[in-house]
């Protein structure tokens, strides 16, 4: 029978499914997934209605803001996004960098501010699309654990500093600690009173929900999802009972109290974020910090996205990643809302509650669209020292200073990238920090690749395996030099290599063949070969050779396209012992 071709419109449905995800698990929908959908959408809604008003006066926007940007992003994201259990909207992080980046355009507090926080939405949307449409989510792997790691914790510590001033009730502001400290210090004597009752309240039951009701609830005899699922209502609880407090004792008339206010009520108008012509004059000042909003962004996601995928055998695409996220971030701009990514905690009680599909995002996002229609007028008298301690519970789980100490006691390079990322971070922003700990981490790479571990090695007696001298009682013999290098070889390590054989020969005066054991390299740039010449013309006039052992196939594919080897004086050798056995079999055990 004969075989025939595949049809050429075969792999459009591949092609669809591969940017339009929705299109692989929406066709196999069933009900069992509808009811774990529609259960993790009822329990991250109750999670995420507090965290959006917080997360939106974190930013400096008017609370609906946070409202606006979990609607139409998580809509966007279950049509694109690649995990199916990723809860994308406003995040602690990325909405403190937003205040950062606005901050140096617009005032607080003026309607620029809020064009300006729009427009820095569309532009991380249109990079990340870009991104992943030129395949850049490889990009992750270049900002170290170190430095996400520091960063993120001295942003939990200048959030959760910056929230004080609403626990205190006094007006403070500033980007960094030599600026939120002093502003908190000169504020003391202002301190409100009922606000810091209401606000330490708030801080206390929320810590309290958060490790102590659960387990309380499963010893009462109620079953764990539904405990799970009140634990996690905590904020609501505290959000409702300060509010009718406020409200019964006319707390913000009589003392003073500062609450949220009118929060306007039904949906935001689909308008494009260009409403203000004077904010294109300032689109440079927001590149940057859209480029590293949406890096961090990213990286926060795709870590969260591919750590629940895991636990499921599931997969995550990181380049669909980034244009689901920058389709959610566009939305957001359209929409009234502020920049968006997949939040480590909401992701993670998606994943508990039993989310199966992004399905659950629509859920959730209709279920926030109800709560913006029909309940916002409750939330006039919510304290915004409530808000203030939701955020500060939140933000403190991120901070991980321990990490200083496991690093110190790990790697010194490593401590310092963590360190001064933190350190940079607290001190001079958001913005600085980030810059710094990956320029650092940068240099620190280059400087440990330029010197890289070569190792004099010799024969583990009655073995065929070589080792570090230093660390092994081996043989070697005079005549013969051994030197494994741990590295590849290229233009910032080449000299390091020469300097390191000249010496060696100098050392030994009995020297005739030198062997590169090049087991670890997997790459020689043109600089590195360069340098390889040189130190083989150099050897053959002080009568030696140089041989190479163990090279990797690549690496003597491209060898073999130059005249290195024509001019080699020794030979390329299949093993290091192979080479020793030839050259001096005498020195051999």
């Given amino acids: 029978m004969p075989l025939q071709r595949p049809h050429p419109n075969a792999a459009r449905p591949r092609r669809l499914q591969r940017w339009f995800p929705i299109l692989s698990w929406g066709r196999h929908y069933h009900r069992d997934q509808f009811t774990g959908d529609l259960l993790a959408a009822g329990i991250v809604k109750l999670m995420l209605i507090p965290q959006s008003l917080a997360y939106a006066l974190l930013a400096g926007l008017p609370p609906q803001a946070g409202l606006y940007a979990s609607m139409l992003p998580?809509?966007?994201?279950?049509?694109?996004?690649?995990?199916?259990?990723?809860?994308?909207?406003?995040?602690?992080?990325?909405?403190?960098?937003?205040?950062?980046?606005?901050?140096?355009?617009?005032?607080?507090?003026?309607?620029?501010?809020?064009?300006?926080?729009?427009?820095?939405?569309?532009?991380?949307?249109?990079?990340?699309?870009?991104?992943?449409?030129?395949?850049?989510?490889?990009?992750?792997?270049?900002?170290?654990?170190?430095?996400?790691?520091?960063?993120?914790?001295?942003?939990?510590?200048?959030?959760?500093?910056?929230?004080?001033?609403?626990?205190?009730?006094?007006?403070?502001?500033?980007?960094?600690?030599?600026?939120?400290?002093?502003?908190?210090?000169?504020?003391?004597?202002?301190?409100?009173?009922?606000?810091?009752?209401?606000?330490?309240?708030?801080?206390?039951?929320?810590?309290?929900?958060?490790?102590?009701?659960?387990?309380?609830?499963?010893?009462?005899?109620?079953?764990?999802?539904?405990?799970?699922?009140?634990?996690?209502?905590?904020?609501?609880?505290?959000?409702?009972?300060?509010?009718?407090?406020?409200?019964?004792?006319?707390?913000?008339?009589?003392?003073?109290?500062?609450?949220?206010?009118?929060?306007?009520?039904?949906?935001?108008?689909?308008?494009?974020?260009?409403?203000?012509?004077?904010?294109?004059?300032?689109?440079?000042?927001?590149?940057?910090?859209?480029?590293?909003?949406?890096?961090?962004?990213?990286?926060?996601?795709?870590?969260?996205?591919?750590?629940?995928?895991?636990?499921?055998?599931?997969?995550?695409?990181?380049?669909?990643?980034?244009?689901?996220?920058?389709?959610?971030?566009?939305?957001?701009?359209?929409?009234?809302?502020?920049?968006?990514?997949?939040?480590?905690?909401r992701s993670v009680v998606n994943f508990d509650a039993g989310a199966q599909t992004p399905a659950a995002g629509i859920y959730t996002a209709a279920g926030i669209a109800v709560a913006t229609l029909l309940f916002t007028p409750l939330l006039h008298h919510l304290p915004q020292a409530t808000l203030a301690a939701t955020i500060i519970v939140a933000v403190l789980s991120l901070v991980d200073l321990d990490m200083l100490r496991r690093t110190w006691r790990y790697s010194r390079f490593d401590f310092t990238v963590v360190a001064a990322?933190?350190?940079?971070?607290?001190?001079?922003?958001?913005?600085?920090?980030?810059?710094?700990?990956?320029?650092?981490?940068?240099?620190?790479?280059?400087?440990?690749s330029s010197r890289p571990h070569i190792a004099v090695v010799g024969q583990v007696p009655g073995t065929e395996h070589f080792r570090n001298v230093l660390r092994h009682p081996v043989r070697t013999g005079p005549r013969v030099l051994g030197l494994r290098i741990d590295e590849s070889l290229y233009f910032a390590n080449a000299r390091y290599l020469e300097d390191r054989i000249n010496d060696a020969v100098a050392a030994q005066g009995e020297l005739r063949h030198v062997v590169l054991q090049c087991s670890a390299i997997n790459d020689i740039d043109a600089s590195a070969l360069e340098s390889l010449e040189a130190i083989e013309a150099r050897l053959r006039e002080a009568d030696i050779q140089l041989h190479l052992s163990e090279v990797k196939g690549p690496v003597m594919d491209r060898l073999s396209r130059t005249p290195f080897l024509a001019h080699l004086g020794g030979r390329i050798h299949l093993s290091h012992y192979q080479a020793i056995a030839e050259l001096a079999p005498d020195s051999l055990a």
Avoid at 84 to 107: D, K
Avoid at 234 to 263: C, F, K, N, Q, S
Avoid at 421 to 440: D, K
């Fill in 74 to 345: 998580l809509l966007a994201y279950a049509v694109l996004g690649s995990s199916r259990t990723l809860a994308v909207g406003p995040a602690a992080v990325t909405s403190l960098m937003t205040a950062a980046a606005v901050g140096q355009v617009a005032a607080s507090g003026s309607v620029g501010y809020w064009d300006a926080a729009l427009l820095l939405a569309l532009l991380s949307g249109l990079m990340l699309t870009a991104m992943g449409l030129l395949r850049l989510g490889f990009i992750a792997n270049y900002l170290s654990h170190p430095v996400i790691s520091g960063f993120i914790s001295a942003s939990g510590v200048l959030i959760a500093t910056g929230q004080a001033k609403h626990l205190l009730g006094i007006p403070a502001s500033g980007d960094t600690l030599p600026e939120l400290l002093p502003a908190l210090w000169h504020g003391l004597p202002q301190t409100n009173g009922h606000a810091l009752a209401i606000g330490l309240a708030a801080l206390a039951f929320l810590w309290w929900s958060r490790r102590r009701l659960k387990p309380l609830l499963l010893h009462a005899g109620i079953g764990p999802r539904l405990a799970d699922a009140l634990a996690k209502a905590g904020p609501v609880a505290a959000i409702a009972a300060t509010t009718v407090a406020v409200w019964y004792w006319d707390l913000a008339t009589a003392h003073g109290v500062r609450v949220v206010g009118e929060v306007p009520q039904g949906l935001p108008p689909f308008t494009p974020p260009t409403g203000n012509p004077a904010l294109w004059t300032q689109l440079a000042e927001l590149v940057v910090p859209a480029l590293l909003l949406s890096v961090v962004g990213f990286v926060e996601s795709i870590s969260v996205g591919q750590t629940l995928a895991a636990k499921r055998r599931q997969r995550v695409e990181p380049d669909q990643e980034l244009v689901a996220l920058g389709a959610s971030n566009v939305a957001a701009a359209f929409n009234g809302g502020l920049p968006v990514t997949g939040g480590f905690s």
């Fill in 421 to 448: 990322t933190l350190a940079t971070t607290l001190l001079a922003g958001v913005e600085m920090g980030l810059v710094a700990g990956v320029g650092l981490a940068l240099v620190l790479h280059l400087y440990r």
